[in-house]
């Protein structure tokens, strides 16, 4: 067990520019979830992946957002047209499927700044 | 949706003192309520969980019971370790119809002093 994996561990952007992250969940895991978490806050949900399909996404993910699982195993986020408001350590996290209460395995975020 | 309030830190102790992290919710229903825990340079990980009312999840000394009296689920631990110093959150799926959507409290900063 590896655990979830996400790349870049860091990204400095401008605003305006476009970015993506990776995410590799534990191979085993058919649920991928994005979270957003700023400073002092606790992770806010963004999207969910049930192997390849997204099946949930938060009121927060605006157009500027799009994730994607092709082959239903890693995931990428981008933003497009970056605002400063965007920075913020962006989490994966995965999980087994079966119960609701199969516990998420987060790793270790990527922190985005905007400038 | 259902929302969790967490008692603010940060909150600093000595070793072996006794921890209480107080959190309390909002739902409808009896959702299954969670405490994570996030170790400096790492990612969240599942501390303890209780899936009905009157559970206690127990994880490392921590332990917490679901009280749906009180709507609370407080994090406990009788005597804490350096090692325990962390952030802790509160967590809760934010709807019955999206139980695999977390919401999570603020989080409470632990310090252990030796």
């Known amino acids: 067990d590896t655990g979830v994996s996400q790349d870049p561990r860091h990204k400095i952007t401008k605003r305006g520019q476009n970015v993506t992250f990776r995410c590799d969940p534990i191979?085993?895991?058919?649920?991928l979830y994005w979270y957003r978490q700023t400073l002092g806050q606790g992770p806010e949900f963004l999207t969910y992946?049930?192997?390849?399909?997204?099946?949930?996404k938060s009121r927060l993910l605006s157009d500027r957002f799009s994730a994607e699982r092709p082959k239903g195993s890693f995931s990428t986020l981008e933003i497009q047209r970056t605002e400063q408001g965007d920075s913020a350590m962006y989490l994966c996290a995965s999980s087994v499927l079966g119960t609701d209460n199969s516990p998420l395995h987060f790793g270790n975020g990527t922190r985005l700044t905007v400038t | 949706g259902n929302s969790v309030t967490q008692m603010e830190g940060p909150v600093t102790l000595s070793e072996e003192a006794f921890l209480t992290i107080n959190c309390t919710y909002t739902a409808t229903g009896y959702p299954s309520l969670f405490w994570y825990v996030q170790y400096p340079g790492e990612g969240l990980q599942l501390l303890l969980k209780?899936?009905?009312?009157?559970d206690k999840g127990s994880n490392k000394g921590f332990e917490a019971t679901y009280r749906k009296e009180t709507t609370s689920f407080h994090l406990e631990k009788g005597s804490v370790q350096v090692s325990d110093s962390a952030v802790y959150f509160c967590?809760?799926?934010?709807?019955?119809?999206?139980?695999?959507?977390?919401?999570f409290g603020s989080g409470t900063q632990l310090t252990v002093l030796p």
């Open positions: 209780a899936t009905k009312a009157d």
């Open positions: 992946f049930q192997n390849e399909a997204q099946l949930e």
């Open positions: 967590a809760l799926p934010l709807s019955s119809g999206s139980a695999r959507q977390l919401t």
């Open positions: 191979s085993e895991h058919n649920r």
